[in-house]
């Protein structure tokens, strides 16, 4: 069982940044794969970064690419998701999650999830 616990969501404007982090207290935290989905209101949790064990290797949706960042440190057992120039469509309720698996181009299931966080972004 891996348990994670996101933080740094809160109301912002459009156009700031904020960080959102998610921590574990699991050894093997280093042998995951992990990614950050979100879920709009009304709407189905999607994808929105991933990032693989070494933090070597990152994917991102379409819709954030360019505007945030997925890092990892192994050493402390985080990932985080910076998250510059926001959008009011980028309002939702934001998931840490491990052991990360693609099963189509722009599907991905995880094993693992978090209690999320919300990020509320206003214009």
């Known amino acids: 069982q891996v348990q994670l616990v996101e933080s740094g969501g809160g109301l912002v404007q459009a156009g700031d940044s904020l960080t959102l982090s998610c921590a574990t207290s699991?050894?093997?935290?280093?042998?995951?794969?992990m990614a950050w989905f979100r879920q709009a209101p009304g709407k189905e949790r999607e994808f929105v970064a991933v990032i693989s064990p070494s933090g070597a290797s990152t994917t991102y949706a379409d819709s954030v690419k360019a505007r945030f960042t997925i890092s990892r440190d192994n050493a402390k057992s985080t990932v985080h998701l910076q998250m510059n120039s926001l959008k009011p469509e980028d309002t939702g309720v934001y998931y840490c999650?491990?052991?990360?698996?693609?099963?189509?181009?722009?599907?991905?299931?995880?094993?693992?999830w978090g209690q999320g966080t919300q990020v509320t972004v206003s214009s």
């Open positions: 999650a491990a052991d990360i698996r693609q099963l189509s181009g722009s599907t991905w299931s995880a094993a693992y």
């Open positions: 699991r050894r093997t935290f280093n042998i995951y794969t």
